[in-house]
Each structure stands twice: as C-alpha cells, then as structure tokens.
C-alpha cells in the first residue's frame, strides 16, 4: 500500500519548535512530488497550511503558519520537512502530510498520498 509517514510530534510549550518529517511507504516521495502539509483540529475540516511544489518550485504558506513555519526538502533522503517555530497553543492539532502525482499545489482533493497523521501538542 502506498502512503506516507510522518513522524516529529509530540508536546511542545509555547513558544517551542518542532521539525515534523513525511516520508514515503511503498514509494520513493521524490522531488517530483507536490507535498502538502495540513492540519485538522476535532471537528473541524482538515486545512492546508503549507505546501511544497514539484522541484520546490513554489512554497505557500496559511496566514495563520506565515513566518514562523517553513517547509522544505532534502533530496537525499527523499523526505519533506515542516520546521514549526514560535509554537501557540491554537497549534495544537493532528498534522498530516499528503502527495501530488502532478507536482503542483492545488485543491486538498487533488493530493494522491496521505499519511495517518502525527499529533503536536502546544501547552504549558
């Protein structure tokens, strides 16, 4: 089957940093992927908040992320990071990370791979 892992959660205090890493399972998320990273609180629609595109072409960001979270990749490892910084208590959610065949960032439905998620916590 193919998906995706991700790993790098956990609990943080506010104002802390945490790298999420999205690798795949069954494939090789290699440059030519699009990579998005989202998030979903409970019962709350799921939302992207950054997004690599194919070759890292172009990154975008949610306003909410903007300046304190970064996304990017490393070739070599075939593996697509979310350096979060600056971390707030209304970070607190499951985050995802999802892949596009195509290699552009688009609409949530338009992603091909998804992983199970990763828990962030943010609290004191």
């Known amino acids: 089957q193919l998906q995706l892992v991700e790993s790098g959660g956990g609990s943080v205090q506010p104002g802390g940093s945490l790298t999420l890493s999205c690798e795949g399972s069954g494939f090789t998320l290699n440059q030519y992927y699009a990579v998005g990273w989202f998030r979903q609180a409970p019962g709350k629609e799921r939302e992207e908040i950054s997004c690599?595109?194919?070759?890292?072409?172009?990154?975008t960001y949610a306003e909410s992320v903007k300046g304190r979270f970064t996304i990017s990749r490393d070739n070599a490892k075939n593996t697509v990071f979310l350096q979060m910084s600056m971390l707030k208590p209304e970070d607190t959610n499951i985050y995802y990370c999802a892949a596009e065949n195509w290699g552009t960032c688009g609409h949530i439905r338009s992603y091909d791979y998804w992983g199970q998620g990763t828990q962030v916590t943010v609290s004191s």
């Open positions: 690599i595109s194919s070759s890292d072409v172009t990154t």
